[in-house]
């Protein structure tokens, strides 16, 4: 009998996940259990994340056409994915699509 690896917890969380202006490269986000957003940049064909940051919602702002403030952090996203972040965030994270 072959071993068979533990399946991973799902989410409590919702993820959304955003198209950069890089082909491959995928910004993630999520908030934990005391409304703390973590954003990684991701690389999609190995999972690897690039960046890593913990911001709270009040340090995220639209900077320039696609793209996000998130502290000191300027993420280029592509066309309409920023304003779809900022739904997101309005809602307080509670979809993965940012719609309610």
Same mark, same amino acid.
């Given at each position: 009998? !072959? @071993? /068979? %690896?533990? /399946?991973?917890? /799902? %989410?409590? &969380?919702?993820?959304i996940e955003l198209e950069t202006s890089v082909r491959g490269i995928i *910004? &993630? =986000? %999520?908030?934990d259990q005391k409304d703390m957003l973590y954003i990684a940049l991701v690389?999609? !064909?190995s999972g690897a994340p690039l960046t890593v940051s913990a911001q709270t919602s009040d340090t995220? $702002? %639209? @900077? !320039?056409t696609h793209s996000l403030q =998130? #502290?000191?952090m300027v993420y280029?996203? @592509? !066309?309409g994915e #920023?304003? $779809?972040f *900022? $739904?997101?965030l309005r809602n307080g994270g509670i979809t993965p699509n940012g719609e309610n």
């Open positions: 009998m !072959a @071993a /068979t %690896s533990p /399946t991973p917890p /799902t %989410s409590l &969380r919702p993820v *910004l &993630r =986000c %999520s908030f690389h999609l !064909a995220i $702002r %639209s @900077a !320039a =998130c #502290g000191s280029l996203l @592509a !066309a #920023g304003d $779809r *900022l $739904r997101w």
